[in-house]
């Protein structure tokens, strides 16, 4: 069975920081990791994704995550943070060969300081 | 272009009565289709799935059921709400690596 940990359930940073959120997956198969950011009363969106083409994969909004399988670990990193950034992000991790079994982590609220 | 629609957006409830949310998607055929459940303070919990009409799958035992009467229509219902039914209810499809996600309906059970 796959599973996603994220360290961290709240991570604050100032306006301009760099934003790190950590996710640590485990899969007995070679996985597809994905992150999703989530405002306020809405769905979640999909940032980015890795599929098993190059190991730094760039999102939108200038996020980018490193496929590490060594640390089996995709943790999520903007350079400069902005105050739109603020919003909950999710880690997921699916079977490559199946597709019906996305597992999500417990999400990390990002709050931005001016 | 392919869509997913959720409604309604948010929806109070009192205790025993029924539910019923909808999710339709368009620009595609025969999508997997899935029901999240979030609660406050907490991830995603994968409450349903389908990969067809008629073909649920269940994740968790609950007091919720879900129905695919068409390929693009899924509807997550229950009989008697429970005051533990309050969250935010997330209906997705599912491309090629990775999911689309509707807007979301936050459920409140009084």
């Known amino acids: 069975a796959q599973s996603v940990t994220q360290l961290g359930s709240h991570v604050s940073v100032s306006e301009g920081a760099l934003v790190l959120l950590r996710c640590n997956y485990s899969s007995s198969v070679p996985p597809y990791l994905f992150w999703y950011v989530q405002y306020p009363n809405q769905g979640l969106q999909l940032l980015l994704k890795y599929t098993s083409a190059a190991t730094l994969v760039k999102g939108i909004n200038g996020f980018e995550a490193e496929f590490k399988k060594s640390e089996t670990s995709f943790h999520l990193t903007k350079p400069s943070a902005h105050m739109s950034d603020a919003a909950e992000y999710f880690c997921?991790?699916?079977?490559?060969?199946?597709?019906?079994?996305?597992?999500f982590g417990a999400g990390t609220r990002l709050t931005v300081k001016p | 272009s392919q869509t997913i629609h959720q409604w309604p957006a948010t929806l109070v409830q009192p205790v025993g009565s029924p539910l019923s949310l909808e999710c339709t998607v368009e620009g595609t055929s025969n999508p997997n289709l899935y029901w999240y459940r979030q609660a406050a303070g907490r991830g995603l919990q994968l409450l349903f799935y389908?990969?067809?009409?008629?073909?649920i799958s269940s994740e968790v035992p609950q007091n919720l059921s879900a129905s695919r009467p068409q390929d693009r229509q899924f509807i997550l219902s229950s009989k008697k709400l429970l005051l533990s039914d309050s969250g935010f209810y997330l209906c997705?499809?599912?491309?090629?690596?990775?999911?689309?996600f509707g807007s979301g309906t936050r459920l409140t059970v009084v």
């Open positions: 997705a499809w599912s491309v090629a690596h990775g999911y689309t």
């Open positions: 997921a991790v699916s079977d490559r060969r199946n597709n019906n079994d996305m597992r």
């Open positions: 389908s990969v067809g009409i008629g073909q």
